[in-house]
């Protein structure tokens, strides 16, 4: 029984999970052989992760072949369960004894995302268009916030270099996240709390009496004053500067950018970046929400002052279930 429920004097809730593999559903045929279903979920193009490691004492599981899908719902009995994506296995091994079978599966849409190296000149562009003709190459669905997708790109180059790859450093030149979600290529900005259509998403309230641990770290945030970046003056020809932030201690960036425009925009996505490094929370939820994502921003109510006044975005959720117990482990950074 979790500490929530002694305290309020709920029934204990039990988890819950469904399982299929490619669209045939197995869930009968595991109960009571779950061990541990952990999913991760993570910003950006780094791959979700699914394992789940199964009892196999009388022998009677089957090895599931690599490259199979596997969908998952998560969440508690006699509740609605939340879907949680397709899940393609990468790795399958069997262990004893006691005999276990352990799977590990990564996400569908990122396993090999955006394969191939390619050459292309990227010139008087936007964003928008962009992500675009990327999302075209792979069939999948573009998704760029009207803010981000506006913005000119007078030049950018991709020499020999993934799309995946491509996409990453565009991004972080403009602090955004690039990511693949249910058949979406979505470009959206870091940090702030938004859907890639530009929608706020609101805010979820964790209370410490939720949590079950947690921890709270504070970085000097006078280290740097703000950031500078160099670009090149063809016109002037000479090496020309810009800075976010003040002058005092800035941080300076080390490529040499083709426009003030690049410099600025460079200089600007780095700063906000120093900023919501600034301080990090990590805690778990004694009690499992399988409602939660990644980019969603949150309010921590019960802590110390200084938690509780800093405004928080999730980065990374963590679930945990086995037959008995279900528990979600959250990162969050600070917002600017």
């Known amino acids: 029984m979790s500490p929530s429920s002694i305290e309020s004097g709920r029934p204990a809730r039990s988890p819950d999970y469904e399982l299929a593999i490619n669209g045939e559903r197995i869930t009968p045929r595991l109960r009571g052989r779950l061990q541990r279903l952990t999913l991760t979920d993570r910003r950006g193009l780094e791959a979700d992760q699914l394992d789940i490691v199964l009892t196999d004492d009388d022998g009677q599981l089957a090895l599931p072949r690599r490259g199979v899908e596997i969908q998952v719902a998560i969440g508690w009995s006699g509740e609605p369960l939340v879907q949680r994506g397709t899940f393609i296995v990468d790795e399958v091994e069997h262990a004893g004894a006691p005999d276990t079978l352990s799977i590990r599966a990564s996400s569908a849409n990122l396993r090999g995302t955006l394969p191939g190296k390619r050459t292309q000149s990227w ?36 020499t ?6 491509f996409l990453t450093r ?53 280290s740097y004053s703000g950031v500078i970046a160099n670009w090149n003056d063809v016109s002037g020809a000479r090496l020309r500067e810009v800075i976010a932030g003040e002058n005092d201690n800035a941080k300076r960036l080390r490529p040499t950018y083709a426009s003030e425009e690049g410099a600025l925009a460079a200089a600007q996505s780095e700063w906000q970046r120093i900023q919501r490094g600034a301080a990090d929370f990590s805690l778990t939820l004694a009690e499992g929400r399988p409602d939660i994502y990644p980019e969603t921003p949150a309010r921590c109510v019960g802590w110390k002052r200084e938690i509780e006044e800093t405004a928080w975005l999730l980065t990374e959720v963590r679930h945990e279930l086995s037959e008995s117990s279900y528990i979600t482990h959250l990162r969050l950074e600070c917002r600017i």
């Open 123 to 158: 010139h008087d562009t936007t964003i928008g268009d962009i992500v675009t003709t990327i999302a075209k190459r792979h069939d999948l669905t573009p998704r760029s916030g009207t803010t981000l997708a506006g913005i000119r790109v007078p030049h950018l180059d991709q």
């Open 160 to 165: 020999e270099e993934s799309d995946m790859h």
């Open 170 to 222: 565009l991004a972080e030149r403009h602090d955004a996240v690039a990511t693949v979600k249910a058949g979406n290529l979505m470009f959206i900005a870091a940090g702030q709390a938004t859907t890639a259509s530009g929608v706020e998403i609101p805010p979820i309230i964790i209370r410490r009496q939720d949590g079950d641990q947690h921890r709270y770290a504070s970085a000097d945030r006078e």
